[in-house]
């Protein structure tokens, strides 16, 4: 998915090959399982907590009772429906971009930091599929820790473009 309107900062003589974005519903339920037990375990905690706050009024048992199941329906909301409210928030702040020079990385949501990787120090790729033209690429590169690309559309308008076109693994991202 490209986005024309984002305006990178180049350097002199650096020319934009390829600039993308995550596909939003990918990039938002890419952890899906974590969020459907997050869900349960949110929803869960919730009844427990209504029930014990009722026994803690009406019968005089310990505020422990209501206190436990807060714990639990706060955490089970960050790993359920928090992380996907996040993820999408998160989404709005992702851009990609690649140059002749360097691959560009935005994806901070509280700040807006642009992240270069030099292409001179690429080594490898690694692909994780999501659908048939849906994929999530993780480049490493020398002297940094690996960058994953997640959720693109069509990964082989990236792929032509990278230093010797390395054939995609069936490695997981």
């Given at each position: 998915?490209s986005?024309?309107?984002?305006?990178?900062?180049l350097?002199d003589g650096e020319?934009?090959?390829?600039?993308?974005r995550p596909?939003p519903r990918?990039?938002?339920?890419?952890?899906?399982l974590?969020?459907?037990?997050?869900?349960?375990?949110?929803?869960?905690?919730?009844f427990?907590l209504?029930?014990?706050?009722?026994?803690v009024?009406s019968?005089?048992?310990?505020?422990?009772?209501?206190?436990?199941?807060?714990?639990?329906?706060?955490?089970?909301?960050?790993?359920?429906p928090?992380?996907?409210?996040?993820?999408?928030?998160?989404?709005?702040?992702?851009?990609?971009?690649?140059?002749?020079?360097?691959?560009?990385?935005?994806n901070?949501?509280?700040?807006?930091?642009?992240?270069?990787?030099?292409?001179?120090?690429y080594?490898?790729m690694k692909?994780?599929q999501?659908?048939r033209?849906?994929?999530?690429i993780?480049?490493?590169?020398?002297?940094s820790?690996?960058?994953?690309?997640?959720c693109?559309?069509h990964?082989?308008?990236?792929l032509?473009h990278?230093?010797?076109?390395?054939?995609?693994?069936e490695?997981?991202?």
């Open positions: 998915m986005q024309g309107g984002f305006q990178w900062s350097e020319s934009v090959l390829w600039q993308g596909a990918c990039y938002t339920f890419r952890h899906w974590q969020a459907t037990v997050g869900t349960i375990l949110f929803l869960a905690s919730c427990w209504m029930v014990g706050i009722q026994l009024q019968q005089g048992y310990s505020w422990w009772l209501a206190f436990a199941p807060l714990l639990l329906a706060v955490a089970g909301f960050f790993v359920g928090g992380q996907l409210i996040l993820a999408r928030l998160r989404w709005e702040k992702i851009f990609y971009a690649l140059t002749d020079q360097r691959l560009l990385v935005r901070q949501l509280f700040c807006s930091k642009t992240h270069p990787y030099q292409l001179c120090d080594k490898k692909r994780k999501y659908g033209e849906l994929f999530s993780r480049l490493s590169f020398k002297g820790p690996p960058v994953v690309l997640e693109l559309e990964p082989e308008n990236l032509t990278l230093p010797e076109n390395k054939p995609l693994s490695d997981s991202v």
